[in-house]
C-alpha cells in the first residue's frame, strides 16, 4: 500500500526556518518525480515545488522561490521541504504528493498524497 | 506563469443532478490538465488526468473534456458522497498551478 506521511510541522514565528519531512512507502521512491503542495486555512491548493525521481531538475513555484528548498534521499524513500523566511502568509497545511507519471511535456497528476503537516507562523 | 480560472466559485444541486465544473488557461495547455475531489480535513483525491482520463477506481459517473484552454468536469448524477470541492489542476511544463476550486452544496 503507498503511503506518504508527513512530518515536522510546528508553530513559529516569522523570519524562523522548519524543515518538513515526507516518508515514503509501499512503492519505489526512486522512480517516481515528487511535489510539495499546501494550502492555507480555508482556501485553495497551491502547488509549491517539484522534484524529479533523481532530484533535479528541481522548480519552484514565485512565491516561495529563494526562500524553500525542496529534496530529496532516495536511499532513505524521503522528501524534505527546508522552509526559511517564514512569513505569516506561509501558514498552511502542507502536503507531499507524488506524481502519477510524468513526459517531457508535462504531469500526469498527483496520484496519492500525504495526510498534511500544519505550519503555523505568527508571533 | 499559466493562470487557471475556475467556474462556479459554488454549485447549490442535488442528489441525482448533472453537474458541469469549467476551468480555462490563460494558454494553451494541450491536455495536461487534472481534477481533484477534497473533502474537509482530507487530502485531495485524484479524479481524472489528461484531461479525460479516469483514475483507477474513480466511478464512472465522473468524465472530463477539453484541450487547449478549455476543460470541463462533468458528474453525470450527482451521489450524496460526491458533495465536496473540485479543483482543477494544470501540469503543462515545469510550474503547476490550481484553479480556485469549486464547492458543490446541498441544496
Known amino acids: 500500500e503507498v503511503q506518504l506521511v508527513e512530518s515536522g510541522g510546528d508553530l513559529i514565528q516569522p523570519g524562523g526556518s522548519l524543515r518538513l519531512s515526507c516518508a515514503a512507502s509501499?512503492?519505489?521512491?526512486?522512480?517516481?518525480?515528487m511535489s510539495w503542495v499546501r494550502q492555507a486555512p480555508g482556501k485553495g491548493l497551491e502547488w509549491l515545488s517539484y522534484?524529479?525521481?533523481?532530484?533535479?531538475?528541481?522548480h519552484y513555484a514565485d512565491s516561495v522561490k529563494g526562500r524553500f528548498t525542496i529534496s530529496r534521499d532516495n536511499a532513505k524513500n524521503s522528501l524534505y521541504l527546508q522552509m526559511n523566511s517564514l512569513r505569516v502568509e506561509d501558514t498552511a497545511v502542507y502536503y507531499c504528493?507524488?506524481?502519477?507519471?510524468?513526459?517531457?511535456?508535462?504531469?500526469?497528476?498527483?496520484?496519492?498524497w500525504g495526510q498534511g503537516t500544519l505550519v503555523t507562523v505568527s508571533s | 506563469d499559466i493562470q487557471m480560472t475556475q467556474s462556479p466559485s459554488s454549485l447549490s444541486t442535488s442528489v441525482g443532478d448533472r453537474v458541469t465544473i469549467t476551468c480555462r488557461a490563460s494558454?494553451?495547455?494541450?491536455?495536461?490538465l487534472n481534477w481533484y475531489q477534497q473533502k474537509p480535513g482530507k487530502a485531495p483525491k485524484l479524479l481524472i488526468y489528461?484531461?479525460?482520463s479516469l483514475q483507477s477506481g474513480v466511478p464512472s459517473r465522473f468524465s472530463g473534456s477539453g484541450s487547449g484552454t478549455d476543460f470541463t468536469l462533468t458528474i453525470s448524477s450527482l451521489q450524496p458522497e460526491d458533495f465536496a470541492t473540485y479543483y482543477c489542476?494544470?501540469?503543462?511544463?515545469?510550474?503547476?498551478?490550481f484553479g480556485q476550486g469549486t464547492k458543490l452544496e446541498m441544496k
Open positions: 504528493a507524488r506524481e502519477r507519471d510524468h513526459s517531457g511535456s508535462g504531469s500526469y497528476g498527483f496520484d496519492y
Open positions: 509501499g512503492f519505489t521512491f526512486s522512480s517516481f518525480e
Open positions: 522534484i524529479y525521481s533523481s532530484g533535479s531538475p528541481i
Open positions: 494558454q494553451s495547455i494541450t491536455t495536461y
Open positions: 489528461a484531461a479525460s
Open positions: 489542476q494544470q501540469s503543462y511544463g515545469t510550474l503547476y498551478t
